[in-house]
């Protein structure tokens, strides 16, 4: 099946501070979906982003599917953005999304 | 509903007895998953609906854990016999479509089992 690695798998900013993270998968994919995990365990979505580029204000994402990788960027980082960063490609049925390890990001003040 | 609601929030019983998790989806969404998230597992799929039949059971990690979905909305997730290592989050997302559209989730139901 699909494999979905993460990296860095664990990163530490100060307030401000830009970051890029990235996602490996194995196989082509027609659904990449980019989660924050707060906190309080809330999946929240940030980017459905099979192809292409989008930005939703500080955070942007990139997917290059030829390449078979997507990059979540976060600007100007805040206190607010701390949590775990997943991506999750679906299988080739298109059945189930499958999830990496995530990156656990700390943003301290 | 606006969301994905899900139904306990957390619940705490013995081991051996049955747990019946539910799941209402976004409405008018005919796709509904379940996934689990435990902390040596990360998250993982369990079950995939397409209205009421459920065509992708293979994430299910035994016969004790069983779905079924009703009116094409609401979902049960049933644990028979509940194990110490069935403790997890359960976690149910619905969509619109099966290809090509977003996973949307709810807040989850945290299971200890004791």
């Known amino acids: 099946g699909i494999q979905v690695e993460q990296s860095p798998p664990d990163l530490i900013l100060q307030e401000g501070a830009n970051s890029t993270l990235r996602c490996n998968f194995s196989?082509?994919?027609?659904?990449l979906q980019w989660f924050h995990q707060n906190p309080w365990g809330q999946l929240i979505n940030l980017f459905y982003?099979?192809?292409g580029t989008k930005q939703n204000g500080r955070l942007s994402a990139t997917t290059v599917a030829t390449e078979r990788y997507s990059l979540l960027y976060i600007s100007s980082s805040q206190t607010t953005d701390s949590g775990v960063y997943f991506c999750?490609?679906?299988?080739?049925?298109?059945?189930?999304?499958?999830f990496g390890k995530g990156t656990t990001l700390s943003v301290s003040s | 509903g606006a969301g994905v609601s899900q139904s306990p929030s957390n619940k705490v019983t013995e081991k051996g007895k049955d747990v019946e998790l539910r799941c209402d989806p976004i409405s008018g969404h005919t796709a509904l998953y379940w996934y689990r998230q435990s902390l040596g597992q990360g998250l993982e799929f369990l079950i995939y609906?397409?209205?009421?039949?459920?065509?992708?059971k293979s994430g299910l990690p035994s016969d004790r854990f069983s779905a079924e979905r009703t009116g094409g909305s609401v979902s049960t997730l049933t644990i028979q016999r509940t194990q110490q290592e069935d403790s997890a989050v359960y976690l149910c997302?619905?969509?619109?479509?099966?290809?090509?559209?977003?996973?949307?989730f709810g807040d989850g139901t945290r299971l200890s089992i004791l």
């Open positions: 997302a619905s969509s619109s479509l099966v290809f090509n559209q977003p996973q949307h």
């Open positions: 999750a490609v679906a299988n080739q049925a298109g059945t189930a999304l499958i």
């Open positions: 609906f397409q209205g009421n039949s459920a065509p992708d």
């Open positions: 982003i099979p192809s």
């Open positions: 196989d082509s994919v027609n659904n």
